[in-house]
């Protein structure tokens, strides 16, 4: 029997506003692509392709790593498969290469939902559901994890969007991260401590060039504008820009500039900005660990703004 060929990120959902097209995707419910007529917002992939880098996918339970893959929580123990085996680790949760199912798709929104059940390292049982949004003021995405098991979990999500503002490479672009602290990592990417970004390279409370700066860490203290957001932004020399913002649900900020992508062509081609709830390996430091209880749901929120 012949069967029609199935793309490699599974069934697309378009959503139009204007001169605004995002394409997601039926695995992990991911954004796919992201632009203003042909100018690209995000840094994302064909439709021929898989999702390399972890480009526009939401992280649950978890994001960024955890140590070993190893946690304790409810007295016991708990081994997560090593999926960054580089480093030793389990990183950025356990949903994003999975089909998601479509609840609704209108012509400017679209709503996904998926059963995380128990596997090998976690027991929790969350019902997950991601709503996009596209209007004038850009992309508004909503993440919402609800505990339909019988006990208490762990849990904590995060989004990993590439911004982009047209150039070849993030160096001749400028940015500005309203944040005052960030977490220095070890070899394995899991924080040691919380520092101050005064003196360092990490700060870019100013905007400024990106140059050949490079940059993996997660940055925290956000400062907030007066709706609550914390905004990031992007600006290309000819003065376009681009703002990631987040509601006060996130209180972690990873900046990521690509030069570790395995895909050596893809390096430094877009800047990840990645919301996130709680800080790296905070399944076992506990930093912004969020403890859900049987029927307690969870809600945060970011956005992209693409003509800041």
Request: glycine residues 10%; negative net charge.
């Amino acid at each position: 029997m012949d069967h029609e060929a199935v793309l490699p990120s599974g069934q697309q959902f378009r959503l139009i506003s204007g001169n605004q097209t995002v394409v997601l995707t039926e695995v992990g419910a991911a954004i796919r692509s992201y632009t203003v007529g042909d100018r690209p917002v995000l840094d994302g992939y064909g439709e021929d392709e898989s999702c390399t880098g972890t480009r526009g996918q939401t992280l649950l339970p978890w994001p960024n790593r955890i140590r070993d893959g190893r946690y304790t929580w409810g007295g016991r123990t708990h081994q997560l498969d090593l999926t960054e085996p580089a480093k030793h680790g389990a990183i950025h949760g356990l949903t994003r290469w999975a089909n998601w199912q479509p609840v609704e798709h209108q012509k400017n929104s679209a709503s996904f939902r998926y059963v995380l059940h128990p596997c090998p390292g976690w027991n929790g049982i969350l019902e997950c559901r991601l709503d996009y949004t596209l209007d004038d003021s850009g992309l508004g995405v909503r993440t919402t994890a609800t505990n339909i098991g019988s006990t208490s979990c762990p849990y904590g999500t995060g989004a990993h969007p590439y911004l982009t503002v047209g150039t070849a490479t993030i160096n001749d672009a400028h940015v500005r991260v309203p944040a005052s602290a960030y977490l220095p990592v070890d070899d394995l990417g899991i924080p040691a401590g919380q520092d101050a970004v005064d003196g360092t390279h990490y700060d870019l409370r100013n905007i400024q060039e990106i140059g050949a700066r490079q940059i993996d860490a997660a940055y925290t203290q956000l400062k907030r504008d007066v709706d609550g957001r914390a905004r990031v932004r992007l600006e290309s020399p000819r003065g376009h820009a681009v703002e990631l913002w987040t509601d006060e649900s996130y209180p972690y900020l990873e900046i990521y500039t690509g030069d570790t992508l395995p895909q050596q062509d893809r390096r430094r081609t877009g800047i990840g900005v990645e919301p996130m709830t709680c800080a790296p390996d905070a399944f076992n430091n506990g930093q912004g660990l969020i403890t859900l209880k049987p029927q307690q749901s969870h809600t945060a929120l970011w956005g992209i703004n693409p003509d800041a």
